[in-house]
């Protein structure tokens, strides 16, 4: 297996809410990851994330392994929840914010 | 043959009740008439009972070539017949250059 790919591994196994996207949370660099992380940072809970514009290996190998082609990509538990669409949908559907408060118990 | 036909013609085998896709490549920036950026609303029987997740991975496989060739952004918005309400969120505004 390649380093990048057990790198994507440790990332999405260690952290319970994960947002891989371009440019930071701060100074998103893409419309979409700008109102993914609107949309999570309204949630109130710490999140980790994963700038990609400066991790072009990531880039380059997250599409194959969660099957998305895109970013930003939403990771909650171990699992994918989504691109910007999902996200901001289940946001403004309420079901974002008790998704991810409760990744963070326990 | 456009990639905004090639796109919609794909999606038409789903025998969609409702189908748009719509070229949004001029919000973002590069050169004139660019291919890039689309959005698409599609309302189908085949979406019933997959999580959102997986309809968006049913569409995205269709284009992996189109992906690997340029193709930047596909946002979907996907529903099954019953939950489709007559409208879809509008896409944002571009932030950079990415």
Known sequence: ????????????????????????????????????????????ER???????EHQDIRAELPKFANWPTFPQLWVKGELVG????ITDMFEKGE?????SEATKA | MSLQHNITEKLSKFAPEYLT????????SGPANRETHFRVVMVSDSFEGLNRVKRHQNIYA???????????AL????????????????????????
């Open chain 1, 83 to 86: 691109g910007c669409d999902i």
């Open chain 2, 21 to 28: 896709v719509e070229n949004e490549s001029h919000m973002h």
């Open chain 2, 75 to 98: 946002s979907l918005h996907l529903y099954a017949p019953a939950e489709w309400q007559g409208e879809a969120p509008e896409s944002p505004s571009c932030a950079g250059k990415h």
């Open chain 1, 47 to 53: 999140f980790a994330y994963v700038d990609i514009l």
């Open chain 1, 1 to 44: 297996m390649s380093d990048t790919l057990e790198n994507i591994k440790q990332q999405i196994a260690e952290n319970d809410i994960l947002l891989y996207m371009k440019g930071n949370p701060n100074q998103p660099m893409c419309g979409f990851s700008a109102r993914a992380v609107q949309a999570l940072m309204s949630c109130g």
């Open chain 2, 62 to 72: 269709l284009f992996e070539k189109e992906f690997s060739d340029g193709l930047h």
């Open chain 1, 96 to 100: 974002l914010q008790p998704l991810v």
